[in-house]
């Protein structure tokens, strides 16, 4: 699983959930030197999917320590799939770019107390490659105002007793951008972001409407963690929105997360670990149609339910079994279910004890 800092855009990504067979290698560099952090992502070294890099500036220190950054990710899944069909109208890359801040007062044994403000835009990059056009760049001449509608905010504070914690922050995102836009639920829709972006683009050619765009709520996350032996969290993201087409415009959603972690970090000759995440997108609305008119199909469309054992017979080779219970797609009827068993090799890094201008944190490689 992939996640940032304060997991602003990536939160629990993993693309193998619904596209094993097209990820044989994904790559993940961090480079740490004094006061600067460097990360690369590649969900596929080749252009199947998200590129990312972050670049964070810190003070020295645990506690009264200030984080400032930036990241960008791009999702090149639209173009693959035009190189591999050639049936594509328009290609669509996704780019979002982000700010992060981050200030931690206390981080010691038994307490911590940090506060973080995040903000990120997302550009819906698109190119028509027979008539050389662009429905983006159609739009910024028409109504350039419209992509300020792409903006998603959120701030809050982390709690830390002993090995409990608990996070909340108050969240504005939009239809188009959403905080925590790249999570479990991400490749469900995959298929057809390129639709919704175009889609969202034509309407933003003809109006800018504030109230149908953002959203407003929170997400909280709490939960108890023991090192890397074994972590339990609870997330939960409720938010009140606004579409002017239905009957009742202003509607509730929600998203909630339930992940368990436990292994033996490396502590053993032949390690082990066991991985179990249970998601459900508009939740409330899933438990009420079930109550009211007996309908599972919202609960089928958002619900996610992964598991994976690992075991390590060598630092560097890893077996994997997973079973995945996996939403409709945007292109299926029916709920997928997959067994997977896999080899993951993790090439060996030096850990910068002989990189003078930096500690390498992490190569990592997934065949």
Known sequence: DVEDINKFSMF???????????????????????????????????????????????????????????????????????????????????????????????DLPTFGFDIFLNGGILLPLSYDPVSGGSSFRDMLNNNSSSILYAIAASAGTGVRIENFYFKWEIVVDSLLNKVGMFDPFYNARRSMIDEDMISWIDHKNKSASLLDDYRLGLRLDGGFKIGNFFNFELVYQPAIAYDAGEVIPVYYYDRGFLMFDAGSDNKLKVNFGFKFMLASDKLVKGILNIVNNNDYSAIKNGTLLSSNFYLKPHANLTLNAAFNLLPQTADEKTLNTLFLVYLSFTPPADNGKQNKKGDIDKIKKIM
């Open 12 to 106: 629990r990504f993993n693309s193998s959930l619904f596209y094993p067979v097209l990820r044989f290698t994904s790559a993940d560099f961090r480079i740490n030197y004094n006061f600067v952090t460097a990360r690369y992502y590649a969900e596929d070294l080749l252009l199947k999917g998200i590129h990312g890099g972050e670049l964070f500036f810190t003070t020295p220190g645990k506690s009264l320590r200030f984080v400032i950054g930036h990241s960008v990710y791009a999702d090149f899944f639209d173009y693959y799939d035009y190189l591999v069909n050639e049936s594509k109208d328009e290609i669509v890359v996704p780019v979002q770019i982000n700010t992060i801040l981050k200030f931690t007062a206390f």
